[in-house]
């Protein structure tokens, strides 16, 4: 493949929450207006939106033409991918690939998810359809079941209690304390936080991503266009999808992703850099059990090691490698189709040193990790600001 | 864009009909058998997915990820492509373009749609959420309600009567009696098609493509590899994409579909071919008014001269220009997400002169047209066998 290189030239994000006086298309539209204008208004040629599921949540299907029409950009090419949770960096890395060979010059990359316009039981059972419908959400094995299970597995493996996982919650919520898009943008205690209901033990409330409404968008070009309008782009470096076994009970291992470590493995090559190298990263904390698995697939500590990483400050905005300084899925929010972009969004913001209160100082180079269900397929992205 | 030549070197497809022992998984798994099989069993290097609504018609998102998984896939990229009733083109463009710019040298395209798991009445509300939720369907404007709109205005603009229609009808069912893969492999009359009951006038139910369970499977392949495999590889020589507005009500011409001209216009200019170059085509006929719009937009008759052409033997199956030799949306079926995959196997078979009692005698180049909602988006790709 003849690759150009690719860069993002503006980025745009609302605040996620639950916005009864959004709809999904009035979201969606807030979100592409915003990185346009971030953009210096490009005219666009292509749209790639993830979304998971507007058929269950808002009985609407055909969601790429609808969007781009009432978003204003009626006429071009646009595209829907659904992936579930990885919809957003789906519609990324079909984006970034549309650029980098030459297919369109301005794409428009979107996430969307407009999801308690349902009642929280619905759409709790919606979200459970990213798992096997008929091995596993049907018979009551929900994603927070199959979370509980491998947090147990976790904990008896490797000898540690519920503190470091109530830690890194601690951590998300700092972090989203600093974020004006995040959906609970408030600090949380490890008393809160080791005391709050308990949802499958041993997972409790808030080691648990949020459900919440929210769009986000950006805007890619070939960097030799990206000059003319911004004097910050990001290169898009590194891309990787991995996939493994649909279901949970068919893993080799219940303590490893190997979709993250797949695609981490073909993004590092294509960036041609080790993990050290990486300043920041957006992972994707939909427990916080799923975080430890995915730092150490990262390749970023030992299978184990997450905890006493964490006890030592790694993870934290001033540490050797800051993770989620948006708050994450647990505390930024979790608008499912939207939230790989989100992530990269953020990266793109702190490349650029205009992340405000939750800057992490210097970085230069930040990783995104998106996946669905319980890792059934992952994205990998790395930039360089 | 570096653009390989792309060949299509296998296809499989499942009897269209109320699969009640078929499951998503197990139909698809079907097709990409069949496919492989015909191929001569290529290793796969990347899976795209046409799919509308598995979410609502099976509980069931993130289905790329399973659907490789079960049809013995596992670990290759899946992606599922959304677009509505033209999910299946849609999957067809994206493993198009991925094979052109090198991205991936063998690509499986699917399509499927497992619809009658719910009841009739269930699956046309779905069918109905490819049409706009807020201002068409929420109100009761459905697909066949806008079909039936427009035809209604054809009939009194052109001064035609239903007859025409009903003898388009006819000839779908003379066509799919000769097609082992159709719903409804029988042959129909004028009296019948003309007092079958009516579903919204001027449309009647033999107006109608029917509701159904299917899938199809197509593998491409770089040109240049093809001849290992097959001795009758089938190149994809031209494809676009169109949109319009979403909303009926904010198009400019209620008799024309700006999306079909536009894809159309887009294919032929990367064939370098005129519409008088097409041997046979397989067009999306889920209401006989909309075989008509088709037949105009891509360039064969006038405005309003479909019916006399018809009348003239234009598209039966030895006239100048067969249309739908598979028998159609109407007869062979309209499993939604996987019709335009069963669209472009049907040609290769027709290319190959593999089409049994329903060849078309000395087919070279083909066209495929396949639409979401009324016309939102069309993708037209040509073949050259």
């Known amino acids: 493949m003849v690759m150009r290189k690719v860069a993002i030239i503006g980025v745009g994000m609302t605040k996620v929450g639950h916005l009864f006086s959004e709809s999904l298309r009035s979201l969606f539209s807030k979100a592409v207006r915003s990185a346009l204008e971030d953009a210096g208004n490009p005219k666009i040629d292509a749209l790639y939106v993830g979304n998971m599921s507007a ?7 055909n969601i790429a033409a609808l969007l781009s029409d009432f978003a204003g950009l009626n006429g071009i090419p646009a595209t829907r991918i659904e992936e579930g949770c990885a919809s957003g ?7 970034f690939k549309a650029v980098a060979s030459g297919s369109h010059d301005f794409v428009l990359v979107g996430g969307v998810e407009k999801m308690m316009d349902t009642s929280t039981c619905d759409a709790t059972s919606i979200v459970s359809t990213v798992t096997d419908q008929e091995y596993e959400a049907f018979l009551g094995l929900s994603l927070v079941g199959i979370n509980a299970m491998v947090m147990r597995l976790y904990m008896n493996t490797f000898d540690v209690g519920r503190e470091p996982f109530a830690k890194f919650s601690v951590q998300m919520h700092d ?17 809160k936080a080791m005391n709050s209901n308990p949802v499958a033990e041993p997972i409790h409330l808030m080691d648990c991503a949020p459900l919440g409404d929210g769009a986000a968008a950006l805007i890619l070009c070939p960097e ?8 910050s782009p990001v290169e898009i470096i590194g891309a990787g999808h991995g996939m493994d076994t649909f279901i ?7 303590l490893s992703l190997k979709a993250i470590r797949d ?3 073909d993004a590092y090559r294509m960036a041609g850099i080790t993990p050290g190298k990486v300043d920041l990263m957006e992972i994707h904390d939909s427990f916080s059990i799923t975080a430890f698995l995915t730092i150490e697939d990262l390749g970023f500590v030992e299978k184990g090691a997450t905890g006493q990483a964490i006890d030592e400050g790694l993870i934290s905005l001033d540490g050797p490698l800051p993770v989620n300084p948006s708050g994450g899925l647990k505390a930024r929010g979790h608008p499912i189709g939207a939230t790989g972009v989100y992530q990269m969004a953020e990266v793109v913001l702190q490349l650029r040193g205009q992340a405000g209160a939750r800057q992490v100082p210097g970085a230069e180079t930040g990783l995104t990790n ?10 990998v992205h790395i930039l360089r600001g």
Request: aromatic share 18%; net charge positive.
């Open 89 to 95: 960096a789906g519609a990324i890395y079909n984006g």
């Open 370 to 379: 998106n996946i669905s269900g319980f890792g059934a397929s992952s994205y």
């Open 248 to 254: 949970f009970h068919t893993r080799d291992d219940f």
């Open 55 to 61: 058929g269950q949540f808002n009985n609407q299907e």
């Open 263 to 265: 695609s981490a493995r």
């Open 224 to 231: 030799e266009y990206a000059k003319k309008f911004t004097s």
């Open 175 to 191: 972090n989203a304390s600093k974020n004006p898009y995040a959906q609970f943008p408030f600090k949380t205690s490890m008393d």
